[in-house]
T-cell receptor, first 114, second 115 residues
Framework: DSGVTQTPKHLITATGQRVTLRCSPRSGDLSVYWYQQSLDQGLQFLIQYYNGEERAKGNILERFSAQQFPDLHSELNLSSLELGDSALYFC?????????????FGEGSRLTVL | GDSVTQMEGPVTLSEEAFLTINCTYTATGYPSLFWYVQYPGEGLQLLLKATKADDKGSNKGFEATYRKETTSFHLEKGSVQVSDSAVYFCALSVSGSSNTGKLIFGQGTTLQVKP
């Protein structure tokens, strides 16, 4: 158990819809990262937050947004969903702002868009 | 840009065989290198890391040496077990002024160990 909690574990929805994925980091971790894992793209970094502030942005689509709340949990919002958004979305956390590579990953939220 | 290239899988071995999974990288700055493992139905876990050239990371019988001259970080294990069946990811992070707080992962290599 990494200590990172993601909900929901599975989600099935239709094209055009909007979903919210939630992540609670390990106790004491201030940084939260979101990654998308798909068969064709592999593991892609989406975005990082540190103590409520956006710190780094990767290959995140404009239809996607995220935020980190004062209690440090984070949400990833995916809107106008397309079939290609079907993937496993991972949240990870770490203690500090700079990425030393020691990330703790949740079990992921599997999104299926039909 | 920074990138990681891993050998394609799946890799299928018999129990007690020797394992090598190749990983090479391209990076500006001074990367730290990592191997993560993903067991079926689970998130990724850090397996080992090396933060500077010639460092050797090791854990659970796995080893990898940071080779700056060949920009490589190959994962090895002398005798694999069925329980090592998983997906292995090589990754890098780059320190310095351009640190963006992200890990760059390779595509992952699936290892299947048969009894």
């Amino acid at each position: 158990d990494s200590g990172v909690t993601q909900t929901p574990k599975h989600l099935i929805t239709a094209t055009g819809q909007r979903v919210t994925l939630r992540c609670s980091p390990r106790s004491g971790d201030l940084s939260v990262y979101w990654y998308q894992q798909s068969l064709d793209q592999g593991l892609q970094f989406l975005i990082q937050y540190y103590n409520g502030e956006e710190r780094a942005k990767g290959n995140i689509l404009e239809r996607f947004s995220a935020q980190q709340f004062p209690d440090l949990h984070s949400e990833l919002n995916l809107s106008s969903l397309e079939l290609g958004d079907s993937a496993l979305y991972f949240c990870a956390s770490s203690v500090g702002q700079l990425n030393t590579g020691e990330l703790f990953f949740g079990e992921g939220s599997r999104l299926t868009v039909l | 840009g920074d990138s990681v290239t891993q050998m394609e899988g799946p890799v299928t071995l018999s129990e007690e065989a020797f394992l090598t999974i190749n990983c090479t990288y391209t990076a500006t700055g001074y990367p730290s290198l990592f191997w993560y493992v993903q067991y079926p139905g689970e998130g990724l876990q850090l397996l080992l890391k090396a933060t500077k050239a010639d460092d050797k990371g090791s854990n659970k019988g796995f080893e990898a040496t940071y080779r700056k001259e060949t920009t490589s970080f190959h994962l090895e294990k002398g005798s694999v077990q069925v329980s090592d069946s998983a997906v292995y990811f090589c990754a890098l992070s780059v320190s310095g002024s351009s640190n963006t707080g992200k890990l760059i992962f390779g595509q992952g290599t699936t290892l299947q160990v048969k009894p």
